[in-house]
């Protein structure tokens, strides 16, 4: 900009994710007026989208589909006047606005200027490093019951984990497969307590206890795995056209490794207030050190963000109250 000086970059503040913690802190920023954008991922989506139905949303008794929960959020968060960009950032650097210090914000080929900054970036599955695990994605290995559930229809498959994602989308792939192998590391499931219940009622759903995954195998599809128990060390074949992999996530914070302060697991560590280690950048949702991973959760830390944001914003512009 050939040394010229901008006393004001052209947002309030960025929110950086655009699934539920993102679109809320999207919401309340726009709706408490501040000049408001949020950047979508371009090569991402939330996990949220490919979430079939969440029945524990607090407000809707009849559940609600992942991606439709995301499609409302956007459209209120939009009426208040937020602005929505796509792009995958990659760099969020100090940049000084005239007299006041702020953010510049490196998403694709685009450069996107504010005072405070949002990261809600979310996080993705992990993966289970098994041998054919990479080979055979798209070819009878998946992260997403939803998208791919149907081509299964009365086809055994297989489903690793045993948590809450492993047990629901277990469940939901009953629909289409005729047996769902729940292959789980312990003799325990981690679970909610009314999932196992669920899962331990259905007829089509068996367990393989103490196991792990060897490796998968097939030709140009999958077509059974092998399996270790981790107790005996035996090994043994699990015939299985698909394998659905459910064993946690890995947080989506990456390029923001230099800039703020995370956990081992590379969560971001906020305070109660989404407050980062660095002033006038805020944290929310799944991308943050926390216990519980929900959707409610996701959209009360996004609203807890935009009004320190907020509160942040006024104080550098010298309008608190
Ligand atoms: P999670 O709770 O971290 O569970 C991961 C599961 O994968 C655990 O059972 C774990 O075994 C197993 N695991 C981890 N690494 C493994 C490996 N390398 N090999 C084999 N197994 C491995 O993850 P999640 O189920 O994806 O859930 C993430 C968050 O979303 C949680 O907070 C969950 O409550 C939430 N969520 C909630 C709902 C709901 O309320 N309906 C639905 C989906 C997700 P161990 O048990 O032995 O550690």
């Known amino acids: 900009m050939g040394g010229e000086t901008i006393s004001s970059p052209p947002y309030d503040v960025v929110i950086i994710g655009g699934g539920p913690a993102g ?3 999207g919401m309340y920023a726009a ?21 079939d139905l969440i029945e524990n949303y607090p407000g809707i008794p009849d559940g609600i ?5 995301v499609d409302r959020l956007k459209t209120q968060a939009v009426q208040f006047g937020l602005k929505i960009a796509t792009g995958d950032v990659t760099a969020v650097t100090k940049k000084r606005w005239g007299e006041t210090d702020g953010w510049e914000i490196v998403a694709d080929d685009m450069r ?15 993966r289970l490093g098994a041998a054919g695990e990479e080979r055979f994605i798209g070819k009878g290995v998946s992260f997403c019951a939803t998208c791919d559930g149907p081509f299964y229809r009365n086809r055994e498959v297989a489903v690793v984990g045993g948590g809450d994602t492993a047990i629901q989308e277990a469940l939901y792939l ?18 909610t307590a009314i999932l196992q219940k669920r899962a331990f009622a259905n007829e089509k759903i068996a367990f393989a206890w103490n196991s792990v995954v060897e490796s998968i195998e097939g030709l140009d599809l999958v077509q059974g795995i092998k399996l270790k128990d981790v107790k005996t060390g035996a090994t043994r074949e699990l015939a299985a056209n698909g394998i659905f992999i459910f064993v946690g996530l890995t947080p989506n914070t990456a390029p923001f490794r230099e800039l703020v302060a995370a956990d081992q697991g590379g ?5 109660a207030n989404m407050q ?9 949702g799944d991308c943050i050190a926390k216990r ?3 959707v409610v959760t996701a959209c009360g830390d996004g609203a807890t963000a935009a009004f320190s944001a907020q509160l942040y914003v006024e104080e550098l512009k010298g309008e608190a109250y």
Do not use: M
């Open 23 to 25: 679109l809320t802190a």
């Open 65 to 69: 589909i992942g991606s439709s929960l």
């Open 292 to 294: 519980l991973r929900q």
């Open 276 to 284: 980062t280690s660095v002033p006038g950048i805020f944290a929310c």
């Open 174 to 191: 009953t629909r289409f497969a005729k047996k769902v192998t729940v292959i789980h590391r312990r003799d325990r499931l981690r679970a």
């Open 31 to 51: 709706r408490a007026d501040l000049r408001t954008l949020t950047i979508e991922g371009g090569s991402t989506v939330s996990q949220i989208t490919v979430t």
């Open 112 to 126: 996107y200027g504010t005072l405070s900054v949002i990261i809600a970036t979310g996080a993705n599955w992990r």
């Open 267 to 271: 969560y971001i560590t906020v305070d």
